[in-house]
């Protein structure tokens, strides 16, 4: 099994799930609707310098680093500090983030988690209730492209329980070095380069690549039979695996009448979810996202066995026996 950050402080918020759709109208402005994060149980901290231990080893930006015990003791504050300037987009509060990271103890400098050795970035949204709030402060401000170091004491970090699953006590502050390779927030859009759409019986997708709803024209005739993924826009990076965690814009319609029943564009959110998840909900989406690539805009039209068959949800717009057609664009996967 797939073994998950050690940073998750909850549930990730943003996260989607179609089981409960309804019309346009009714729906769409709370497409990915999670409850507002709480306010936090402990104030903001107070932001310092130092002091933080040298990195002796993995210096550059997208390396696995080594990092040298702390110099005596921690700062009560949290301590931050650029190691790598980015030029990249700034990150913001309840942003989505791609990075890498190390994590370990101040007083022994065992490495508690890493992600650098999985290859695969974590990808998790800078909001209270979603991440150690050490992460939320730190973050919040920098630019992609940049690497950070940061010493974060319990308070921020997992408290007076601590993480006994990572060998974490109440009183150990963490230091973490994170590489920010990307940030999303619900403006986002891929970039990738347009595919030529040129099957008459396949819907029309826009291109546009500003993080609005991209228009999907849904042709007159009968809908294909069978399970059916296209790249509008294809991207460059890697391709999606059956057992990753997508992060995405999309948008469903019903192919009868082309009316959309659940979206996050234009709705302030993301979503993310599972492949393995989504293959308990709707059987089509997962397998046409699989094998796509990282940064892309896929077309799937999922025939009725491989979505909601003769049981769609209640109160909708999907009737028994629709074929759903759906717009992915697919910002980031872990």
């Known amino acids: 099994m797939r073994r998950r950050s050690l940073l998750l402080a909850a549930v990730p918020a943003g996260l989607v799930t179609l089981a409960g759709c309804g019309d346009d109208e009714s729906d769409t402005s709370k497409a990915g609707a999670s409850p507002s994060p709480s306010a936090s149980s402990v104030p903001p901290p107070k932001i310092v310098d130092g002091p933080l231990p040298a990195v002796t080893s993995g210096t550059k930006f997208g390396e696995k680093p080594a990092v040298a015990k702390g110099p005596g003791d921690p700062s009560k504050d949290l301590a931050v500090k650029t190691l790598i300037a980015g030029s990249g987009r700034t990150v913001a509060e309840n942003d989505f983030i791609r990075a890498n990271y190390l994590g370990q103890i101040w007083s022994t400098a065992k490495v508690f988690d890493n992600s650098?050795?999985?290859?695969?970035?974590?990808?998790?949204?800078?909001?209270?209730?979603?991440?150690?709030?050490?992460?939320?402060?730190?973050?919040?401000?920098?630019?992609?492209?940049?690497?950070?170091?940061?010493?974060?004491?319990?308070?921020?970090?997992?408290?007076?329980?601590?993480?006994?699953?990572?060998?974490?006590?109440?009183?150990?502050?963490?230091?973490?070095?994170?590489?920010?390779?990307?940030?999303?927030?619900?403006?986002?859009?891929?970039?990738?380069?347009?595919?030529?759409?040129?099957?008459?019986?396949?819907?029309?997708?826009?291109?546009?690549?500003?993080?609005?709803?991209?228009?999907?024209?849904?042709?007159?005739?009968?809908?294909?039979?069978?399970?059916?993924?296209?790249?509008?826009?294809?991207?460059?990076?890697?391709?999606?695996?059956?057992?990753?965690?997508?992060?995405?814009?999309?948008?469903?319609?019903?192919?009868?009448?082309?009316?959309?029943?659940?979206?996050?564009?234009?709705?302030?959110?993301?979503?993310?979810?599972?492949?393995?998840?989504?293959?308990?909900?709707?059987k089509g989406l997962a397998q046409g996202l699989t094998g796509k690539k990282v940064g892309s805009r896929v077309l799937i039209v999922v025939p009725p066995e491989l979505g909601y068959g003769d049981n769609p949800p209640s109160g909708g717009v999907i009737g028994k026996g629709s074929t759903l057609v759906f717009t992915v664009d697919i910002l980031a996967a872990m």
């Open 116 to 282: 650098y050795d999985r290859e695969r970035p974590l990808v998790m949204q800078l909001a209270q209730g979603s991440i150690i709030d050490g992460w939320r402060y730190a973050l919040a401000g920098k630019k992609t492209g940049s690497r950070v170091e940061i010493a974060v004491p319990p308070t921020w970090g997992y408290g007076k329980q601590g993480n006994a699953r990572a060998g974490i006590k109440g009183t150990d502050t963490l230091v973490f070095v994170i590489d920010l390779i990307e940030s999303f927030n619900s403006k986002s859009s891929v970039n990738g380069e347009p595919v030529p759409q040129s099957d008459a019986a396949l819907p029309k997708v826009a291109v546009n690549t500003d993080g609005q709803v991209p228009k999907v024209t849904v042709p007159r005739s009968d809908p294909p039979k069978k399970l059916v993924s296209e790249y509008v826009l294809e991207g460059d990076g890697p391709e999606l695996k059956a057992d990753q965690t997508v992060l995405c814009q999309f948008q469903g319609l019903v192919w009868e009448g082309g009316k959309t029943f659940q979206r996050t564009y234009g709705s302030g959110r993301l979503s993310q979810f599972g492949l393995e998840q989504m293959q308990q909900a709707v």
